[in-house]
């Protein structure tokens, strides 16, 4: 019987009587099903922060062997990312409600989880985007200008420049955009779903208490 069976027959009610299961297999299952949720968050974070050590490290290399302070730019904009997200792991840890072996505790836990990466996900362009975007942009724009003062007196090399400075920006654009959409998408298609479930069956359990 999978976590939503349980939550199924948790709810389904026949003449005013609700069908008893068993309260110790339902447990059971909210704590597999919290299990596997925090599983797939945790390794999330340490693939994101695990990536964002190396592209520092690259791009502070970058900025300081060429004097571009757009890459050193870029390169905080990383870190941020990086050390916002450890200390966001760390500090909702420390706020988890107290597990102490009841179904009502497990929910509780759960449901504080699933709120919390709604609101990550939701904010995702502030925490997540801006930072380093920031960074890029300052890039894309020093390349223009760049283009511009090298190329003023060619008019082929000038439009040409130009062309490949579009497609960067585009480019960028792009990335980001999609990096934006699929968080959107992934709150709507498995977050919000989720946080549903379990609104209703903390609401079915304080029916039975």
Excluded at 45 to 71: C, H, Q, T
Excluded at 149 to 169: E, G, T, V, W
Excluded at 199 to 209: C, K
């Amino acid at each position: 019987m999978t976590f939503n069976d349980l939550q199924k027959n948790w709810q389904e009610q026949q003449n005013g009587f609700r069908l008893n299961i068993d309260s110790a297999l339902l447990l059971k299952e909210v704590q597999r099903n919290k299990k596997s949720f925090d599983a797939s968050i945790f390794w999330r974070d340490v693939r994101e922060i695990g990536i964002s050590i190396p592209m520092f490290m690259i791009f502070v290399y970058w900025g300081l062997k060429d004097n571009a302070w757009e890459m050193l730019l870029i390169a905080l904009g990383i870190l941020f990312v990086a050390v916002f997200m450890t200390i966001d792991r760390i500090t909702q840890k420390r706020k988890q409600p107290t597990l102490n072996g009841t179904l009502s505790s497990c929910l509780e836990s759960s449901l504080a989880e699933v709120k919390h990466q709604i609101w990550l996900l939701k904010n995702v362009l502030w925490w997540y985007l801006l930072p380093p975007g920031i960074g890029f942009a300052a890039f894309s724009l020093g390349l223009l200008v760049t283009a511009i003062q090298a190329f003023k007196d060619n008019s082929l090399a000038l439009l040409l420049s130009l062309s490949f400075f579009s497609l960067i920006i585009v480019f960028f654009i792009v990335v980001f955009v999609g990096v934006y959409w699929l968080n959107k998408r992934a709150v709507r298609k498995e977050l919000l779903p989720r946080k549903e479930e379990l609104d209703e069956l903390v609401a079915s359990l304080n029916i039975m208490e």
